[in-house]
């Protein structure tokens, strides 16, 4: 079982502590994503996870094994970083061959696995050329090669693909998707990126100021967020946060405006309490001034991305965005008004600690 | 509307004939109007090359005349390559300059590493109060004039207080006068050189150094590399650059043994293995006044350094893709 496992995981420079005791099982063959944002920590539990990082507290298990004394490189690990870290004075044989060279391994076994290793990243005709000569893409396919020669037990991402433009980091993705797929191999991926994450990821972690705010798949996390936080941080654009009050067992009110909320047992004879409610820009129906028990909003902006467009509006005085079809809409669009939602579609959290009140999961 | 005519598609390869370009004039002023703040800076740094460096050169004709002070450069006949036979032909001339040939040669052996050697080895410290003192003290020696490190020198291997013989005496050996010594000449010199310069030298490989990305090192941490595998693959490697520029520099500057260490270092004694071309310039120039036979053999010397700056650029231009121009 080549899994991984962190248990109560802390990282402290001094007194100050950047990582408080994370969680985590990987399990063998597993694409973990760890996203948030900047200064989260997760690049730094992913050094931790390298052997880069002295680790402050709690255990690290890779394979069954404690590691936190052990080398980086007798923990089995091969990562990948962000600016590629390809040695300048070698060409892309050479560099895809380091770790064996360094490990002494013989030179017609490094030669056939650097050939093979070339061959499933396309790197087969530029393997003479030294990474000056090569695209941000192709430096990258290096990088993940020097990873893959090495058969390592865990591959570790760390931000792979921040450097590359937008094209081809879709490109990059579905190829590092393919490869795990093919290869197999225990994957722990860092990134801002929550596209990235809800794209590569079996399961994704999402961390905060050093904490682990929710972990699961990502539709789970898409339909289910833990808390205001993820509900925020997930999908693009991200979840519409309005805060209300409740004035019924399902009924909330907010800016003079009411709306119909789930049913849900934590709200049963709450009146007056505080919630925060979650929606889904793609969950809403836009509305012209013809339909009934609308929310009204006040429309900003409309940007047209083609087949769908996104509707910036302001509710209670703050921006709120709806995601909606254009095709046939397009007259619809010109005269928005307000908006409808199915109430099990909306998600309500507590307004204090902005934690999702139970008994709400929406099926995938 | 304008008037003008929209180009068609299939107009649009000449669009660029109808546009007027500026001219080679036009263009340069607009770069001076935009630029002029930068050869501002550059100004008093042109002025010093012309007046310290080009303007001198028009005193080097004196190395193919009869010079004479009173007549003055313009004034004073031709006479060929007679100062530079003459020279060919001083045996004291030779001798200098096989000196320097060999002085620069071990110079360059034993002390071009050197620095190379420091920036690695203080690059491996990790302790930074440590790093810190060891890097002021081998530091130090540069700013030290070469008049008191002659003297720190003479006192050093003095036969009757210096602790060289001092020492040597603990082992009962016998005291030696080393400056008087002509085999013992070329050691003290260039091991003066070494201590002296290594330190300061350093800082150049010591800042090649700092930007080596520290990704490079933690991929190869990961990858299993030790310290010292680290060291031979990664930092040498990602440096070369730097040192084949500081070689080929060095390279020009191999017949410019440090005089003023030469002249207070050296006696009569020692000539036979001390005196050296620009040593030997002085002696000849200025104190016998022999101003075209020793502006000869100045030439000389710079005609071979630019030889072999030239031909140290080629080289590493065409095996290490580094290259000064």
Redesign the interface.
């Known amino acids: 079982m080549s899994g991984v496992s962190l248990e109560g995981i802390v990282k402290a420079y001094g007194a100050v502590q950047v990582v408080h005791g994370v969680d985590l099982e990987v399990q063998e063959k597993e694409f973990v994503v760890l996203v948030g944002p900047s200064g989260c920590g997760k690049s730094t539990t992913l050094r931790m996870i ?3 990082e002295e680790i402050s507290g709690g255990d690290l298990t890779i394979d069954g094994r404690v590691m936190n004394r052990v080398a ?3 923990r089995d ?3 990948v ?3 590629y ?1 390809l ?4 060409n892309v044989a050479e560099n895809i061959a ?2 064996l060279r ?2 002494k391994t013989p030179k017609d076994q490094i030669d056939s696995q650097v050939k093979e290793v070339a061959g499933i990243l396309g790197l087969t005709d530029y393997l003479e050329r030294r990474p000056a000569d090569l695209s941000g893409g192709q430096r990258q396919r290096v990088a993940m090669g ?1 990873a893959i020669v ?1 058969n390592p037990k865990v591959f570790l991402f760390d931000e792979p693909l921040s450097n590359l433009d937008a094209k081809l980091r879709t490109q990059m993705r579905a190829e590092i998707k393919r490869l795990h797929k093919r290869l197999g191999v225990t994957s722990i991926y860092v990134t801002h990126d929550q596209v990235e994450a809800m794209t590569l990821a079996d399961r994704i972690v999402v961390m905060n100021d050093g904490r682990i705010e929710q972990i699961g798949t990502p539709m789970d996390l898409f339909l289910n967020p833990a808390n205001t936080f993820v509900a925020a941080f997930l999908g693009a654009p991200p979840m519409n946060l309005v805060n209300a009050t409740m004035i019924g067992d399902n009924l909330a009110e907010f800016n003079g405006q009411t709306i119909e909320l789930p049913d849900l047992a934590d709200l049963k004879g709450s009146v007056g309490r505080a919630v925060t409610l979650g929606i889904r820009p793609e969950f809403v129906e836009v509305a012209d001034a013809s339909v009934a028990n609308q929310v009204k909003i006040d429309v900003d902006l409309i940007e047209t991305l083609g087949s769908e467009a996104l509707v910036h509006a302001s509710l209670s005085d703050k921006p709120f965005v709806i995601r909606t079809e254009t095709l046939g809409k397009l007259d619809l669009l010109d005269n928005v008004t307000g908006f409808t939602i199915n109430p099990k579609l909306i998600r309500v959290f507590d307004a204090e600690t902005g934690v999702a009140l139970p008994g709400q999961v929406h099926e995938q | 509307m304008s008037g003008k005519k929209i180009p068609t598609v299939g107009e649009t390869a000449n669009i660029g004939a109808h546009v007027s370009q500026p001219s080679k004039l036009e263009r340069f002023g607009d770069h001076m109007r935009r630029e002029w703040q930068l050869y501002v800076m550059l100004l008093p740094l042109v002025i010093w090359l012309f007046v310290f460096l080009y303007k001198p050169m028009y005193g080097l004709q004196i190395a193919f005349k009869d010079y004479s002070i009173f007549r003055g450069v313009a004034g004073s006949p031709w006479v060929g390559f007679e100062h530079f036979e003459r020279l060919f032909s001083n045996e004291q001339f030779l001798r200098a300059l096989k000196n320097t040939v060999v002085i620069s040669f071990y110079s360059l052996l034993f002390g071009f590493p050197m620095p190379i050697i420091l920036a690695l080895m203080f690059n491996e410290i990790l302790n930074k109060t440590f790093k810190k003192t060891s890097q002021t003290l081998v530091y130090l020696p540069h700013f030290i004039s070469s008049v008191i490190i002659a003297g720190i020198v003479i006192t050093a291997f003095s036969p009757s207080a210096g602790i060289v013989n001092t020492v040597m005496g603990w082992f009962g050996l016998e005291p030696i006068y080393f400056l008087t010594k002509p085999e013992w000449f070329r050691p003290i010199f260039i091991g003066t050189g070494i201590w002296q310069e290594s330190g300061f030298q350093s800082i150049v490989y010591l800042a090649a150094i700092a930007g080596v ?1 520290p ?2 090192y ?8 030790s310290r010292w ?1 680290m060291m031979w ?2 930092t040498i ?2 440096i ?1 650059p730097t040192i084949i520029i500081m070689l080929i520099i060095r390279i020009g500057n191999i017949l410019e043994v440090s005089f003023e260490m030469v002249i207070l270092l050296y006696q009569p004694a020692t000539y036979e293995t001390a005196d050296v071309v620009n040593s030997y310039i002085f002696r000849q120039g200025i104190q016998a006044g022999q101003y075209d036979f020793a502006a000869a053999a100045g030439l000389f010397n710079a005609v071979i350094a630019f030889a072999l700056v030239m031909t140290a650029n080629t080289i590493s231009k065409r095996y290490s893709r580094t290259s000064l121009w």
């Open positions: 390298a052997g880069l980086p490189k007798d690990v091969a990562m970083f962000q600016n870290a040695y300048p004075h070698l380091f770790g360094i490990r020097r090495r | 990305s990704t490079l933690e991929s190869a941490v990961v990858d299993g590399a595998q693959k990664i490697p990602s070369l």
